[in-house]
């Protein structure tokens, strides 16, 4: 049993990632997820732009197609922008959505360790006062012996 139990901690621990791998893995996640925004968007504008001069250039009459050829060109043109920008939403959806490899929990620690510290605060003088009374009359020694000093340090002064 004791190797086997060993055997599986070695295992585990070879599988998990420490904090710099999960960071790494999430920082290539987002770099590669806005490489391909960044393609989505270069391919919408391009085939939308190439769809805005053709339309310029066949108002304008210097459009050198046919009437069906044209509308064949502007309506693919067309049709690759509509996809082009359906895969931009997509791909920035992809980006707002992001799993997180190495979850920052910074801020419930913190929460914790407050409310932790908190409880030790409220609990600590009652445990104080109800399991040291050899503490609290060493204290209380050390109290009065201090008043005699000071008292005799006044009557020293005061001659």
């Known amino acids: 049993m004791i190797i086997l139990s060993l055997a599986i901690e070695i295992i ?10 999960a960071w790494a893995l999430d920082w290539l996640q987002t770099y590669e997820t806005r490489e391909k925004e960044k393609d989505a ?5 391009s085939s939308w732009w190439r769809y805005a001069a053709l339309s310029r250039d066949a108002s304008a009459g210097q459009a050198n197609l046919e009437d069906d050829k044209l509308q064949e060109k502007k309506t693919s043109l067309y049709h690759n922008a509509v996809t082009g920008f ?8 992809k980006l ?17 360790a407050c409310e932790d510290l908190n409880d030790i605060l ?5 445990a104080m006062q ?6 609290n009359r060493r204290m209380a020694k050390v109290e009065s012996d201090q008043q005699a000093i000071i008292a005799q340090l006044e009557a020293l002064l005061a001659q």
Do not use: K, Q, V
């Not at 968007?41 to 504008?45: E, G, I, Q, V």
């Not at 910074?106 to 914790?112: I, K």
């Not at 409220?122 to 009652?126: A, D, E, K, Q, Y």
């Open 41 to 45: 968007a270069t391919s919408y504008l």
């Open 122 to 126: 409220t609990s600590l003088p009652l």
């Open 86 to 93: 359906n895969h931009l939403r997509n791909e920035s959806s």
């Open 130 to 135: 109800n399991g040291n009374t050899e503490l």
């Open 12 to 21: 585990f621990e070879a599988m998990t990632m420490n904090s710099e791998e």
């Open 96 to 112: 707002n959505s992001l799993d997180s490899y190495a979850t920052d929990s910074s801020e419930a620690d913190l929460t914790s």
